[in-house]
């Protein structure tokens, strides 16, 4: 299984991304029932969560991304989302999508690089 990010890049504050994380090689049963993440980390930063689909179904956000960021999945992709909007520049960093399956296993993505200019 590989998870690959793509959607990153360079945007002026008050615009929106949208991040992309698919998992190659992961069965249906599995990426459903996966709890899906993004994080990020800014330079000098420790990495931090920044929205979670609980095992596929309840989202949950942390405090700066309520209200602007949205979670979301397609199954049969395999693939799932971080829409950003309004986005500023405490909003720069690299974002990386993580999955926990049903069995406990742990993925990452490689990381894309998201830039806010003001």
């Known amino acids: 299984v590989q998870l690959v990010e793509s959607g990153g890049g360079l945007v002026q504050a008050g615009g929106s991304l949208r991040l992309s994380c698919r998992a190659s090689g992961m069965i249906l049963s599995e990426f459903s029932g996966s709890t899906m993440e993004w994080h990020r980390q800014a330079p000098g930063k420790k990495r931090e969560l920044v929205a979670a689909?609980?095992?596929?179904?309840?989202?949950n956000y942390a405090d700066s991304a309520k209200g602007r960021f949205t979670i979301s999945k397609d199954n049969t992709r395999r693939t799932f989302y971080l829409q950003m909007d309004n986005l500023n520049a405490e909003d720069t960093a690299v974002y990386y999508c993580h999955h926990l399956t049903p069995m406990a296993r742990n993925y990452w993505g490689q990381g894309t690089q998201v830039t806010v200019s003001s």
């Open positions: 689909l609980i095992r596929g179904g309840d989202a």
